[in-house]
């Protein structure tokens, strides 16, 4: 089976330790498989490269955390990647050794991926393999980030940072469908301009004086726009944190936290039932996810080196098989 692998790990050079190679995997039992047709990146697959998450006793490990694709039956499915243990039973992010695919189990970067039944999730059929690809980490967190971390209401202020990536495009996007009033930060004028073609309301540099509080922040920057973060609530907002891009340990302000009642509310990944319930927003709503690219295995290393650079706008898909 061809897929991407982690064989090294490197913090400053995180692309010389993936290899595409052949591997054969024995997977754990009751698993199924699913022929991938698309799998999308994510930061996550830098991070496990940098050694972030992934114990290095774990190599290699075959990366990625989103796939479509197809179940021995000609059932299409999304892939659910967030796997709980077998004797857990409340919510799957909750579990304290629940694991995401490519953590302890072999990722989507790949020509064929094991899951457990519950981890296939029918696909809709208005989403083509690509679409589907993007949902299962970055729009699923998004999600999840605007409805129950910040549990936003339509009219209310988002402020989105780091207006290019793949959860802040999604949140754009889906807080858009949703009836609320979208604000984004971006470093570049091109994401800032993209991002108001996406339906964002009012574009700022990263970093600038807002006209007014908002209700909620959705952060995945972090020490880059922590502090701005705070500082663009109202009294009694919500920072909805998933992700530290830039650092995980910015000065916590607590004055300042304490002082305007802010609540900060961090969440990762989303349920099984959060991402049916995603698939039908977007149904509902006709959103699709936004595509920076498509590109197949051999291209992974280059689309990653893009992604560490920052230069994304949206999701990188991989697509595999026959429907390339
Ligand atoms: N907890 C979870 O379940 C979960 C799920 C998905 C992702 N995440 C995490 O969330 C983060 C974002 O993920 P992603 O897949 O959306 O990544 P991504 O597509 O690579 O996006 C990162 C964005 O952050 C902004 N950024 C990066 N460095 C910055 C800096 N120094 N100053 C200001 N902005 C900066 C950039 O936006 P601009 O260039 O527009 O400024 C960039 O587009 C990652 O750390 C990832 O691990 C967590």
Redesign the pocket.
Known sequence: MRCAVAVRQDPQDPIAGLELTELDLDPPDGWVPVTVRAASL???DL?SLRGVGLPAERLPMVLGTDAAGVLRDGTEVVVHSVVASPDWHGEETLDPRRTLLSERHPGTLAETVWVPPRNAVPKDPVLTWEEAACLP??YL?AFRLLFRAADLRPGQTVLV????????TAAVLLGRAAGLRVWV????PE?RSRALELGAHEAFE?GARLPEQVDAVIE???E??WSHSLKALRPGGVVAV?????GAMPPADLNRVFFRSLRVVG???GTRSELVDLQRFLATTGVRPLVDSVTDLQGVPSALGR?AA?D?MGKIVVALGSEK
Request: proline residues 0%; hydrophobic residues 30%.
């Open positions: 994510n930061h996550h991070w980490t970055a967190t940072q780091g207006a290019g990536g793949g959860v802040a930060t971006s470093r570049t994401k990263t995945t920057v972090g880059a726009t998933a992700g530290a891009t830039s969440t990762t990944m992604m920052g994304v």
